[in-house]
């Protein structure tokens, strides 16, 4: 088996990103094994085929140790699922035997080999990347930026290596199990979905290295401290150090007002973002629907509101009375939804 093993987690609708993560590992990392978590189904008409993909597994949500499907699935939005997977998926990996595990967003792009995470995991279980590695020097960026990783959480969790060593592997145990029943986007109650959690990892296990070099996990949040250059030969830089990977959280939507905001009028941004946009349009996934998520809808297509899944997650009495929440007809929970709910 080879020695690293990296993973991702979608719906369809962010297929097109993680071709473009995938497309950027390979480059730089040409010998790791590369999965897909797919927390989703294909609808009508839409052909996947993992021999045209480069990703070498496929893993559907069902296939992991979660508890049972649609009970467990129907208590989360889309980004909650694709997030409280992480967790039962790194220790499916770590089951098979992988040394070492890395997860990486899809809105991720390598630009550079991650020498420092492997060499971090030559003597560390887990490695982790801040928000943030460099306070803020005005008002506006303690707002923006460090009062919102005390919201959000310390550590990007869009990125994540774990060793397959006995500390690891606990690791990987402890936040799965939190996963499988606290991944909910409820800042108010001190969560956010799965990155919260690893704010306790540094005092809870050994071993935890902390990442604090400028060009990991480049992003709106911290890009007012970590300014692009591109050299003369065409590397891009981050703080004056090589750009490793570039987070495009929610480009082409809102992402883009906080990365024109954090710019500061550099334009090295936006030839990063053309270049983002020309290989998602290269990767597209022909023929999905736009905003696809089969888990959206009830059987019957009518989209399951916020406050089903919340009146779900909390009501045992409930999840004992109905078997399959995604139901449609007499009897189900969509009709008592429709009757008791405003």
């Known amino acids: ?52 993909e480069l990703f070498d597994h496929i893993v559907r949500v069902w296939e992991l140790d979660v508890p049972s499907h649609h009970e467990w699935v129907f208590k989360h939005d889309v980004v909650e699922l694709c997030t409280a997977v992480k967790g039962p998926m790194l220790q499916h990996i770590l089951a098979q035997g992988a040394e070492r595990v890395y997860y990486i967003d899809p809105d991720i792009a390598v630009f550079q080999p991650l020498v420092h995470v492997e060499a971090a995991l030559e ?23 460090e009062i919102s990783c005390l919201k959000h959480g310390t550590y990007n969790l869009g990125f994540l290596a774990v060793r397959n060593d006995e500390n690891g592997r606990q690791f990987a145990q402890w936040w799965g199990d939190r996963l ?35 060009g990991y996990n480049v992003a709106s949040w911290n890009l007012s401290r970590r300014p692009l250059t591109i050299t003369r030969d065409g590397q891009v830089m981050a703080a004056d150090v090589p750009l490793r990977f570039f987070h495009f959280t929610k480009v082409n939507s809102v992402g883009e007002m906080s990365l024109d905001r954090a710019a500061g009028g550099h334009v090295e941004v936006f030839e990063l973002l053309r270049w983002y946009r020309e290989r998602l349009n290269h990767h597209a996934a022909i023929g999905l629907p736009g905003r696809w998520w089969h888990y959206s809808c009830y059987e019957d297509g009518m989209p399951v509101q916020r406050r089903d899944r919340l009146v779900w997650r909390e009501r045992g009495d409930l999840r004992r009375a109905f078997d399959n929440p995604f139901a449609s007809g007499p009897g189900t929970f969509q009709q008592w939804c429709m009757q008791h709910l405003l």
């Not at 909910?184 to 690893?198: E, S």
């Not at 306790?200 to 990442?211: E, K, N, R, S, T």
Request: glycine share 4%; aromatic share 12%.
């Open 180 to 214: 499988r029943e606290f991944c909910y986007d409820d800042i108010p109650a001190g969560l956010f979905t799965d990155q919260r959690w690893c704010d306790l990892a540094p005092a809870l296990f050994d071993g935890v290295f902390i990442l604090r070099d400028a």
């Open 123 to 145: 003597t560390s279980s887990i490695v982790l990347t801040p928000h943030l590695v460099s306070k803020e020097l005005d008002r506006q960026g303690v707002l923006d930026n």
């Open 1 to 52: 088996m080879a020695k690293t093993h990296c993973f991702t987690s979608i719906s369809f609708s962010y297929l097109d990103r993680a071709r473009v993560l995938a497309e950027t590992i390979k480059q730089h990392h040409p010998d790791w094994t590369l999965w897909l978590c797919m927390s989703d189904l294909e609808p009508d008409g839409f052909e996947f085929d993992l021999a045209n």
